[in-house]
């Protein structure tokens, strides 16, 4: 290439990079020219001046076509890829600077049950949420999402974390399924239908009726569930529409309790598992993550104040 580094070579094909989009979009240097605002002269000096540094022709010219030649297909190719690496750049520079909207990733269940309610209440504070509803939660800051909303033991090395709340299992029911829901002894075998969630029985965070059944104090063994779904949100409202006794936990079942949808059955048990905010050292240092995280923490307290909750067994 002329005996030019190419490193030279590399910055020089770069900056030129709209220049050649622009033609290889319009097929004209003219309208190309137009379209950058430039003298088409500028264009065309631009176009030389890389032929010459690269020692081959990038467009054949006639007086009705200007096509690319093989050469000047790898260099579109290449112009073309930086363009829109840069555009894509550019759109995450944008977020960097304007924190006003923060991509929230959760799971679904979490989702429909208590953060999609109070989205409203986010937006009266100034706080714009965008949610990134997925069942296998992201890392945040994957250029996917900003923040990761989790349940589990933690503590997710690598990440900045802060607690949200501790939680506690307790299976809920449609009211009236059950004559006396505090004295029911509902675990026995010739109980009602058992809903289940598939994925918190196998996911390590406890939310199954072993692990339930583990933390009474009492002579339960763990039950046979008669139903399992593969999402919590499910499972609950199959339970709203009368199918069993569900498995609940905060926060999942606080809103359905004061809505007259579910009553509790049976006393809940404390569980290892959180709730936590996960996010990157960066993005914790800013106002917005900060304002997230208390509006969050005022979000829990208001839901543990909807529904009065007995003191939890500790399993």
């Not at 990038?58 to 050469?71: D, K, W």
């Not at 996911?203 to 339960?220: H, I, K, M, N, V």
């Amino acid at each position: 290439m002329n005996g030019l580094p190419v490193s030279d070579c590399i910055s020089r094909l770069a900056a030129a990079a709209p220049v050649l989009v622009a033609i290889a979009d319009e097929g004209s240097l003219s309208r190309a020219a137009l379209r950058l605002g430039l003298h088409q002269t500028a264009v065309s000096h631009r176009v030389k001046s890389l032929e010459d540094m690269l020692g081959h022709a990038i467009f054949l010219r006639t007086t009705r076509s200007l096509e690319p030649t093989a050469i000047g297909r790898i260099v579109l190719e290449a112009a073309q890829a930086t363009a829109s690496a840069w555009s894509r750049g550019l759109d995450r520079i944008a977020r960097e600077v304007d924190r006003d909207r923060i991509v929230l990733n959760l799971s679904s269940s979490l989702a429909m049950k208590w953060l999609i309610p109070a989205l409203g209440r986010a937006q009266e504070v100034g706080i714009e949420l965008s949610l990134d509803v997925q069942d296998h939660l992201v890392a945040p800051r994957s250029g996917v999402a900003d923040v990761s909303l989790r349940f589990g033991p933690g503590p997710y090395p690598g990440h900045f974390v802060a607690h949200l709340s501790d939680s506690s299992i307790i299976p809920v029911a449609r009211p009236g399924l059950v004559e006396d829901p505090a004295t029911f002894r509902w675990l026995g075998p010739d109980g009602p239908t058992l809903l289940g969630d598939r994925r918190g029985a196998r996911d390590g965070t406890g939310f199954s009726w072993s692990a339930y059944c583990g933390g009474l104090d009492s002579e339960y063994a763990p039950p046979v569930v008669d139903v399992e779904f593969d999402r919590a949100d499910l499972m609950l409202q199959a339970a709203i529409g009368g199918a069993g006794i569900a498995l609940g936990r905060r926060l999942l079942v606080e809103n359905d309790i004061e809505a007259g949808l579910l009553e509790p059955i049976g006393p809940p048990v404390r569980m290892a598992s959180k709730y936590w905010l996960v996010t990157a050292a960066d993005f914790a240092a800013t106002a917005t993550y900060a304002r997230l995280l208390h509006w969050l923490r005022d979000e829990v307290s208001r839901t543990a104040q909807l529904v009065p909750a007995p003191t939890a067994t500790t399993p």
